[in-house]
């Protein structure tokens, strides 16, 4: 995760992080991708089930709902332990979470453990009545997927009407006092609808926007091709640079990041450079602090039937399951090779990364993707589009 109006503009300085203590539970949650201990944020996909069929789904959610999906008590037992593991956030996805009836409760269960909940929806079930209650219980943001305006969206969610009961959704999260922010997913298919996206961040008032590069997980394994080049990347993150920068001259302070490319970073930090911008060295040890890629580190996931994944998309590789043993317990489990090799992942990734100068930055980039093209766990990410030049 890389804060565009963190880095660029400025608003985060690595003194901020180290006024806290760098420490996950001290942290605010606009600094804790910088935090020192790298407690993971945990994804809970607590139903397989979803009202939409989306085509970038890496879950492969559908109609049905999930074998084994784990019960009321079973999703309080996961949240005493993330507590008393330290785990600052709670993020609990699908499928399409407003489907459990329960939500509201384990929601409200993990605050009153001292845990930040947060929910990934979207947003088309949601009226002012679920919202109402979802503030009432103390949840801290509601990230609503947008992948597109009007048609375009629809295409993607496969399902009429999805962007108008989207928009319709966030409202609702507005009006009851809700943090809510969009959650969009970059293909070559949906990038000229970006621009209008900002300007329905300045219509609508919405403080937050994260863009995702799309990973080869689940359905989205079968839209590799749908991804942009190199040149088509650089001159997406441009933009969103520029625009970002445009709201943030014109008054309007969002909270622009981008998802699952650490190679955004380090050409955030070279674009910085090329403009003399006196604040790039700051921002060099601000990616420092985050790390890059921390799957199977600094973030999990626990499926619909309790099996733990490094993260939400890298779904071929179990860790175990809370059922059988305590997240806790799986996560520091350093007798597995596997789950030791993920927190030292710069010892083991192979190709150009090794060499890279920006390593420390970026940590190897998205281990789903490089798997899914090379068939190596450590093959090269082929979404970073960082040059040869740039990297050594």
């Given at each position: 995760m890389i804060g565009i109006s963190k880095l660029y503009l400025g608003t985060a300085e690595p003194s901020d992080v180290l006024r806290y203590g760098s420490a996950s539970k001290k942290l605010p949650s606009h600094l804790l991708q910088f935090s020192i201990d790298k407690k993971p944020v945990v994804v809970w996909n607590m139903?397989?089930?979803?009202?939409?069929?989306?085509?970038?789904?890496?879950?492969?959610?559908?109609?049905?709902?999930?074998?084994?999906?784990?019960?009321?008590?079973q999703g309080k037992t996961l949240i005493d332990d993330l507590a008393e593991f330290g785990c600052p956030v709670i993020l609990f996805s699908g499928g399409e979470p407003t489907m459990r009836t329960d939500l509201p409760e384990l929601a409200e269960y993990a605050v009153?453990?001292?845990?930040?909940?947060?929910?990934?929806?979207?947003?088309?079930?949601?009226?002012?009545?679920?919202?109402?209650?979802?503030?009432?219980?103390?949840?801290?943001?509601?990230?609503?997927?947008?992948?597109?305006?009007?048609?375009?969206?629809?295409?993607?969610?496969?399902?009429?009407?999805?962007?108008?009961?989207?928009?319709?959704?966030?409202?609702?999260?507005k009006r009851a006092g809700l943090k809510v922010g969009l959650r969009y997913t970059i293909t070559s298919e949906n990038t000229k609808d970006v621009p209008e996206i900002f300007e329905l961040l300045e219509k609508e008032n919405i403080p937050r926007v994260c863009f995702?590069?799309?990973?080869?997980?689940?359905?989205?394994?079968?839209?590799?091709?749908?991804?942009?080049?190199?040149?088509?990347?650089?001159?997406?993150?441009?933009?969103?640079?520029?625009?970002?920068?445009?709201?943030?001259?014109?008054?309007?302070?969002?909270?622009?990041?981008?998802?699952?490319?650490?190679?955004?970073?380090?050409?955030?930090?070279?674009?910085?450079?090329?403009?003399?911008?006196?604040?790039?060295?700051?921002?060099?040890?601000?990616?420092?602090?985050?790390?890059?890629?921390?799957?199977?580190?600094?973030i999990?996931?626990?499926?619909?039937?309790?099996?733990?994944?490094?993260d939400q998309f890298w779904r071929n590789h179990p860790l175990g399951n809370?059922?059988?043993?305590?997240?806790?317990?799986?996560?520091?489990?350093?007798?597995?090779?596997?789950?030791?090799?993920?927190?030292?992942?710069?010892?083991?990734?192979?190709?150009r990364c090794v060499k890279c100068r920006f390593l420390n930055v970026c940590g190897g980039n998205f281990r789903a993707r490089g798997e899914a093209v090379t068939g190596d766990v450590w093959g090269v990410d082929p979404a970073c589009y960082l040059t040869d030049v740039e990297i050594t």
């Amino acid at each position: 995760m890389i804060g565009i109006s963190k880095l660029y503009l400025g608003t985060a300085e690595p003194s901020d992080v180290l006024r806290y203590g760098s420490a996950s539970k001290k942290l605010p949650s606009h600094l804790l991708q910088f935090s020192i201990d790298k407690k993971p944020v945990v994804v809970w996909n607590m139903t397989k089930k979803c009202n939409l069929i989306c085509t970038h789904c890496y879950s492969k959610s559908d109609a049905a709902p999930g074998e084994k999906e784990l019960d009321f008590e079973q999703g309080k037992t996961l949240i005493d332990d993330l507590a008393e593991f330290g785990c600052p956030v709670i993020l609990f996805s699908g499928g399409e979470p407003t489907m459990r009836t329960d939500l509201p409760e384990l929601a409200e269960y993990a605050v009153s453990k001292g845990i930040r909940a947060v929910i990934s929806t979207n947003g088309t079930l949601i009226n002012d009545s679920m919202a109402s209650r979802l503030k009432k219980i103390g949840l801290s943001y509601v990230g609503i997927s947008m992948d597109g305006i009007g048609e375009t969206h629809d295409k993607f969610r496969g399902v009429q009407g999805a962007f108008n009961a989207a928009i319709e959704g966030m409202k609702s999260c507005k009006r009851a006092g809700l943090k809510v922010g969009l959650r969009y997913t970059i293909t070559s298919e949906n990038t000229k609808d970006v621009p209008e996206i900002f300007e329905l961040l300045e219509k609508e008032n919405i403080p937050r926007v994260c863009f995702y590069h799309l990973v080869y997980s689940g359905r989205g394994e079968e839209m590799m091709a749908s991804d942009l080049s190199h040149v088509e990347t650089r001159k997406m993150v441009d933009m969103i640079l520029d625009k970002t920068a445009d709201l943030f001259n014109r008054g309007m302070k969002k909270e622009v990041l981008t998802v699952d490319n650490h190679a955004d970073g380090p050409y955030i930090y070279l674009r910085m450079l090329r403009e003399k911008n006196p604040n790039a060295e700051n921002v060099l040890k601000l990616l420092q602090m985050n790390g890059g890629n921390s799957s199977g580190y600094g973030i999990g996931c626990v499926s619909w039937d309790g099996t733990v994944y490094p993260d939400q998309f890298w779904r071929n590789h179990p860790l175990g399951n809370v059922t059988e043993k305590p997240f806790s317990k799986i996560w520091t489990d350093m007798s597995n090779d596997f789950i030791k090799s993920l927190k030292e992942k710069k010892k083991y990734v192979k190709g150009r990364c090794v060499k890279c100068r920006f390593l420390n930055v970026c940590g190897g980039n998205f281990r789903a993707r490089g798997e899914a093209v090379t068939g190596d766990v450590w093959g090269v990410d082929p979404a970073c589009y960082l040059t040869d030049v740039e990297i050594t």
